[in-house]
């Protein structure tokens, strides 16, 4: 009797080197190793396909998407403020695209998909339960817990824990729910909620506590049940968040800080917002400058100077750079790649939509937990990473990658 295709290893290798990605995300540039060489293993498969690759319609569609996302760079590039910077995010880029082929085409097996979801959810546990013990004790794999917020498996000197963590939420959902039903839904929902709250990220609450709305709705199935889930929810984040900020001096003073809000002076929402108002303010005069294709690709902190007001705190002191990005993507795709790359940006969205509408309901609960972390990621009202870093666009990538590969695997014989 043949094994279980995960454990043959000529099928698992594929599925090791995308969970490697995600594996090593926390351990600074390493992660991109495994990227590297699925890229490597796309451009094999591209060569040795290359006839018949784009009748594909799982590489069809990861390449209109990374043109989408690509092809606004490499546009904003002839007039970037910063060429060098631009021409290099634009050169470092293209791998994206043999890794998404080599995925899409190496992960076509349908079978392999729940193991996939559940190596995924299986990591993300891990980082959790580390995150649990340093919530006890201070300390996590990576060190002792900064001042500020909660740092886990990343370390105090890389505090993207939250973010994280809310973005990856739904594959622990998803694993939960498949194994346990509802109750599995509800302590995934628990033993995630207070690690989220404790990184102190405000984006990665709203990430969240939307990933949850729509489990929410999903396990609800009916108006009027999803309103008593959703209040039921609501009711468990108010009482983690009260259990949070009588007991950790950091999420008081995250608290203290979003209040200020409520004073209603600019200054104040400014300083609630840790100066994302001045920020955008600024980026809003870059794209009014530059309407067209933007600063260029990764350009925005040699602009930031130009535009910034007298005094702005996040000028360095030589006065050559600024904010590292615009914190929101709408306003980091313009102030960047300018009109021409909203519009890229806008139509990648309309293809990845339409590919979800046309799969079928298989292919949606495959894709289900990549598709909302997808979504919570890329929640316009919100403040964001750069989509256009070699970190964060790495993570936006794996799940596209994903995404695409989910909604066309296939039954392959013999499995």
């Known amino acids: ?15 090791l080197i995308a969970l490697a990605v995600l594996a090593l995300l926390p351990i600074g540039r390493v992660f991109e190793a495994p990227l590297d060489v699925g890229a490597i ?16 319609r799982a590489v069809a569609l990861a390449a209109v998407l ?18 060098g910077k631009t021409w290099w995010t634009v050169g ?78 739904p594959f622990v959902f998803v694993a939960a729910q498949e194994r346990w039903g509802l109750r599995g839904l509800i302590v995934a929902f628990v033993f995630q909620l207070m690690p989220v709250l ?5 984006a990665a609450w709203l990430m969240y506590g939307l990933v949850c709305l729509v489990f929410a709705w999903r396990a609800a ?4 049940r999803f309103i008593g889930f959703a209040a039921a929810t609501l009711c468990v984040i108010v009482a983690a968040g009260l259990v949070a900020w009588r007991t950790s001096p950091a999420f008081d003073a995250r608290m203290h800080r979003t209040l200020l809000a409520l004073q209603g002076s600019e200054q104040a929402v400014d300083e609630a917002g840790a100066g ?19 600063v260029g690709a990764r350009g925005f902190r040699y602009a930031y100077p130009a535009y910034a007001d007298p005094g702005d705190t996040f000028v360095n002191a030589n006065g050559e750079q600024g904010a590292d990005h615009a914190h929101q993507i709408i306003l980091e795709v313009l ?9 890229f940006w806008v139509a990648g969205v309309a293809f990845a939509i339409r590919a979800w509408r046309r799969a079928d309901a298989l292919a949606r609960e495959r894709a289900l937990a990549p598709a909302i972390a997808l979504v919570a990621m890329c929640f316009p009202i919100n403040t964001h990473l750069a989509f256009y870093s070699a970190w964060w666009g790495l993570l936006f990538w794996w799940l596209l990658s994903l995404y695409v590969a989910a909604l066309f695997a296939e039954r392959v014989d013999g499995a």
Not at 106 to 117: C, Q, V
Not at 221 to 224: D, N
Request: charged share 15%; glycine share 8%.
């Open 221 to 224: 199935r009916s108006p009027l």
């Open 335 to 343: 102030s960047e790649t300018g009109a021409v790359g909203l519009l």
């Open 276 to 294: 994302r108002i001045r920020i955008w303010t600024t980026a809003g005069r870059m794209i009014r400058t530059h309407p067209i294709v933007g």
């Open 92 to 169: 470092t880029l293209l791998r994206f695209l043999p890794f998404a082929v080599f995925v899409a085409l190496a992960l076509r097996d349908e079978a392999i998909w729940p193991r996939i979801i559940a190596g995924a959810a299986a990591l993300v546990v891990l980082w959790l339960l580390d995150a649990w013990v340093q919530i006890l004790t201070g300390y996590s794999l990576a060190g002792a817990m900064s001042s500020e917020r909660l740092s886990g498996v990343f370390g105090a000197d890389n505090l993207k824990l939250g973010p994280v963590l809310a973005v990856l939420s």
């Open 198 to 202: 404790l990184a102190g990220s405000r």
């Open 66 to 83: 990374f043109a989408c996302y690509w092809f606004p760079t490499l546009i904003s590039a002839p007039t970037a403020v910063e060429p």
């Open 1 to 15: 009797m043949a094994s279980p295709a995960f454990f043959r290893w000529a099928e698992a290798w594929p599925a």
């Open 41 to 56: 293993a796309g451009l094999v498969l591209f060569w040795k396909l290359r006839t018949t690759l784009f009748r594909d």
